[in-house]
């Protein structure tokens, strides 16, 4: 029997008049890389945030390592999300004014490790990443691909069990788009974390364990040609 860690059930999620989840439902089995496609608008990056608990379904439930995830509180879900998630956005959404190892440090300060202890593991991992060089530069002056490198360090730097990846690297050229999700797969292979990542391009989903389709808001069967 395979053991899922994320399992989410008939989602619905409208945004006034547009429902952009129409009973989605998805297994994630701990430790694989599932890539989530489907065209623009057909709900990707909703389900996604469901998913790691940043919103909140109007119906169906979300269940994480056996608890319902849709049924904690804001401030339960915070926690869990600081604890166990990792978040990769499309753009890094890095903090301005802070340099780079302080940034990737901020998840583990949030969650109350004494800085030190903190930025001593964003070093780490920015140096296992190939970018102890950034560790005091500011975010306005990275590349593309270096910001993504940054934010994928921040993503791992708590231990996450799963990490959530929204476009990686969409807005980064061919090259650096493999480095960014080359470093991403290999980071959460080494760790056992599970990854989600929403993709349209197909390169990127080729790369994953499994692909799951969405359109109109539900999962599609995936044709047959395109399974492992
Ligand atoms: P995808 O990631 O596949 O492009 P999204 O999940 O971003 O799809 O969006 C699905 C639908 O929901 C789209 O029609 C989009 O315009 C709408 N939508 C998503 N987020 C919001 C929001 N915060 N406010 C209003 N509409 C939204």
């Not at 909703?46 to 049924?71: F, K, M, N, Q, V």
């Not at 166990?84 to 753009?91: D, E, K, S, T």
């Amino acid at each position: 029997m395979t053991e899922s860690l994320l399992r989410a059930r008939s989602l619905r999620k409208a945004f006034g008049r547009t429902e952009a989840l129409r009973g989605a439902t998805i297994d994630v089995e701990r430790g694989e890389v599932v890539a989530v496609t489907g065209p623009s608008g057909s709900g990707k990056s909703t389900l996604l945030l469901c998913l790691a608990g940043i919103l909140r379904p109007e119906a169906g439930e979300i269940i994480y390592d056996d608890r319902r995830l849709d049924r904690l509180s804001e401030s339960e879900r915070t926690k869990l999300r600081r604890r166990h998630f990792g978040l990769v956005l499309q753009f890094g959404q890095l903090v301005p004014e802070l340099p780079a190892v302080e940034n990737v440090a901020l998840p583990l300060l949030l969650d109350g490790h004494p800085r030190r202890d903190a930025e001593g593991a964003a070093r780490a991992w920015l140096e296992r990443l190939g970018a102890d060089q950034l560790a005091t530069a500011l975010p306005g002056e990275l590349s593309g691909g270096e910001a993504q490198r940054v934010a994928v360090a921040r993503a791992l730097v708590a231990g996450p069990s799963v990490v959530f990846a929204d476009e990686p690297t969409g807005a980064l050229d061919t090259v650096s788009s493999e480095e960014v999700l080359g470093v991403l797969l290999s980071a959460a292979r080494d760790t056992d974390a599970t990854v989600v990542l929403v993709t349209h391009d197909n390169r990127v989903a080729a790369s994953a364990d499994r692909e799951v389709v969405l359109r109109d808001g539900a999962v599609v069967p995936v044709p047959a040609e395109l399974r492992p």
